[in-house]
């Protein structure tokens, strides 16, 4: 096996391992946390002041979906968990991402793609991954963390 596959490997068992101690520590946690990893804690208030903002950003939209809140709150646990997730792997790979960088990634997508309407890119983001306005800075961080 050449160096590459094996790097992989190790990358992919690496991750998994981060996975399992992550999800442990969730499971251990006092109740009342819809999620906690870490030093990191999202309450179910928390969770589910995102949810309501969300609801109330999409509401005047006049939508022909209803709002489903179960699923977007499972979509934002689960984003929530994976940003947990590369927080921690960024951490350990010494990857640091700034917030300049985070603002300039979003005024980019705004203006490449929405015309400059960071209203636009905010409604598409909460229409298609869930995600509120208060969060798009830290989606964007997260993005940024993938690359």
């Not at 969730?26 to 990893?37: D, K, P, R, V, Y």
Request: net charge negative; aromatic share 2%.
């Amino acid at each position: 096996m050449s160096a590459a596959p094996r790097l992989r490997v190790v990358t992919r068992a690496a991750g998994a391992a981060i996975l399992v101690a992550l999800l442990s520590a969730c499971a251990s946690n006092l109740a009342g946390n819809a999620l906690s990893a870490g030093t990191r804690t999202v309450s179910d208030s928390d969770l589910a002041a995102i949810v309501t903002e969300l609801r109330d950003q999409l509401a005047p939209l006049n939508q022909e979906t209803p709002f489903n809140q179960g699923a977007v709150t499972a979509s934002n646990v689960d984003r929530l968990m994976r940003s947990v997730l590369l927080e921690e792997a960024a951490r350990r790979e010494g990857i640091v991402v700034t917030q300049g960088e985070v603002d300039t990634v979003i005024r980019e997508t705004a203006q490449g793609n929405f015309g400059g309407d960071m209203v636009a890119l905010e409604t598409q983001l909460a229409e298609q991954q869930s995600i509120p306005a208060s969060q798009v800075s830290d989606f964007a961080r997260d993005f940024l963390l993938q690359q």
